[in-house]
């Protein structure tokens, strides 16, 4: 009897052992609210990342996708999108052949697919659709310096169900950034060509194409629905109910510098952009970060929020902070840091390689 007590108390033990373990396993990371950093990394070097962090945080990890799936992307990351239940990361490898569209699941960032060649050629920018579409802008196969765009590009139609591309919807060379304004997608264009088009995101056709200046680059609506698009050294801002073009102005008076890396202030009043030069006799790029209201007459380009060059610019929505990317150089990791509207810095937090865009969640 006094056998068998013992051998059920074992048992008992074991099993509440056993239990103990299982309850201390950790949960897995849910990946929810934070900033992803997407780090374009060196081109030839086929490092690109995407780090998170979240808002509180003092560190962030350096390669999610690494860390969650074993594997890196191996080539450069060109962009991010959400929708549904997925994340969906544009890599850019320096061969032909070897880009791709990786889907991950949203909280957990564990793979779901890989899309590659012939689907994918030079993926450049995503929208999402629906919880199950999105769209994928792609230059297609490019040709070689001076002239890359020897092809014409196009829009992947993405069905996240199937994980497959189930459409191309055809685009002049050079097919851009992407931005949705309801049921309707603009398309920039990267090769200088004058044509923005406009996609019915119902039909997955285009509906009309638009001139309003050469390169058109989409930044983002403002307060008022109007969309606002960069053209060489102009911003012009459209009225997509009527496809006019009610403001046309060119950012700065200094005929060295370029606008680049717009982003819009939380609601929609407003425009920051880094404002740059080559200069020959350092062998580096210098420039500042400026701001224009939307209801501004002209961008004198002229005072600085912040007197800093940045490889990536990005507007918190929840709390207003300005994001700058920082790249000391293309063999070390970069850096973030955060700004208040008034161009205070806070700090700054270490990340991958080459910082050049954000996502807010």
Known sequence: MKKQFFKVLSVVLLVGSLNACREKEPEPEVYELGVMVLNSGNFFDNNGSVSFFRREDRGAISDLFEKENGRAFVG??????????????????????????????????????????????????VVGITPTKAYVACWGSTGNFPNFFVNPGYVAV??????????????????????????????????????????????????????????????????????????????????PRTDQVETR????????????????????????????????????????????????????????VIN?????????????LIYGGVTPSFKQAGYVVRYRPSGEKLDSIKVGIAPSGFFFK
């Open 249 to 304: 102005m060119r950012v700065g008076n200094d005929s060295r510098k370029s606008p680049s890396l717009f982003a819009a202030r939380p609601d929609g009043r407003g425009f920051y952009y880094v404002y740059s030069y080559y200069d020959a006799v350092s062998n580096s790029t210098k420039g500042e970060t400026h701001y224009f209201d939307i209801d501004a007459s002209s961008i004198p380009g002229d005072k600085p």
């Open 76 to 125: 450069g990351v060109q962009g991010y999108g959400e929708t549904g239940e997925y994340s969906l990361i544009l890599v850019d490898n320096d061969k032909a052949g070897f880009d791709k569209v990786e889907i991950v699941n949203l909280g957990k960032w564990t793979s779901e697919a890989s899309l590659g060649a012939p689907d994918i050629e030079n993926p450049r920018s």
């Open 308 to 320: 800093r060059l940045f490889t990536g610019l990005g507007v918190d929505p929840l709390q207003g």
């Open 158 to 239: 993405i069905d996240l169900i199937s994980k497959k591309v189930v459409k191309k919807i055809p685009a002049p060379a050079g097919a851009g950034k992407m931005v949705k304004l309801g049921n309707e997608v603009y398309l920039g264009n990267d090769s200088g060509a004058d044509a923005l088009l406009v996609i019915d995101a119902n039909t997955d056709t285009v509906k009309r194409t638009l001139k309003v200046g050469a390169g058109p680059l989409p930044i983002s609506p403002d307060a008022n629905g109007k969309l606002w698009l960069q053209t060489g050294l102009s911003v012009v801002r459209l009225n």
